[in-house]
T-cell receptor, first 113, second 110 residues
């Protein structure tokens, strides 16, 4: 069965650079969630989208932005990267009805040097 | 106080033992999720519960809505069960952003 795809899987950037993370949800899933997991920390909700509209926003820095496209894939854009942005970024997808679980992608490990 | 608390934080057991991991939450929820995270980092959804009990293979999850408590049980544990098990709650049906517990690191010794 198709799973959530994230790219790239690993990314190394310098401070003050920009990064773009991509998430391709499971086919027919209309909702995408982004989570950030710092080293040794719990995942924290960043932002979610339903039908290409932002549905909720968590602790996402102003330097980050995200969107969901017509094919339901989503991109997380991160600018002016800081050392503290080094983390594992997960994308999850689901169907909006909420009667099914979220399916997580493998994550993108971002390292900021 | 975290909205979602798990116990124990770390658990080491011998292969074959029956494992129980507990999760307590302090807010009203729409559903509770049990997730598994392996050392490589990937997260796998094990169960989503809003009431009662679910079973999948050697894994059993229960939830008591009145007591705001859930348990994950593993029967006949195996070294491949070694992972971090995370309890997470969703607050709104449809918009199910998750709030995560701190996780339980399980190690099964052969």
């Amino acid at each position: 069965a198709a799973g959530v795809i994230q790219s790239p899987r690993h990314l190394i950037k310098e401070k003050r650079e920009t990064a773009t993370l991509k998430c391709y949800p499971i086919p027919r899933h209309d909702t995408v969630y982004w989570y950030q997991q710092g080293p040794g920390q719990d995942p924290q909700f960043l932002i979610s989208f339903y039908e290409k509209m932002q549905s909720d926003k968590g602790s996402i820095p102003d330097r980050f932005s995200a969107q969901q496209f017509s094919d339901y894939h989503s991109e997380l854009n991160m600018s002016s990267l800081e050392l503290g942005d080094s983390a594992l970024y997960f994308c999850a997808s689901s169907v909006w009805t909420g009667k099914d679980t979220q399916y997580f992608g493998p994550g993108t490990r971002l390292t900021v040097l | 106080k975290n909205e979602v608390e798990q116990s124990p934080q770390n658990l080491t057991a011998q292969e074959g033992e029956f494992i129980t991991i507990n999760c307590s939450y302090s807010v009203g929820i729409s559903a509770l999720h049990w997730l598994q995270q392996h050392p490589g980092g990937g997260i796998v959804s094990l169960f989503m519960l809003s009431s009662g009990k679910k079973k999948h293979g050697r894994l059993i999850a229960t939830i008591n809505i009145q007591e705001k408590h859930s348990s994950l049980h593993i029967t006949a544990s195996h070294p491949r069960d070694s992972a971090v098990y995370i309890c997470a709650v969703g607050l709104n049906f449809g918009n199910e952003k998750l709030t995560f517990g701190t996780g339980t690191r399980l190690t099964i010794i052969p």
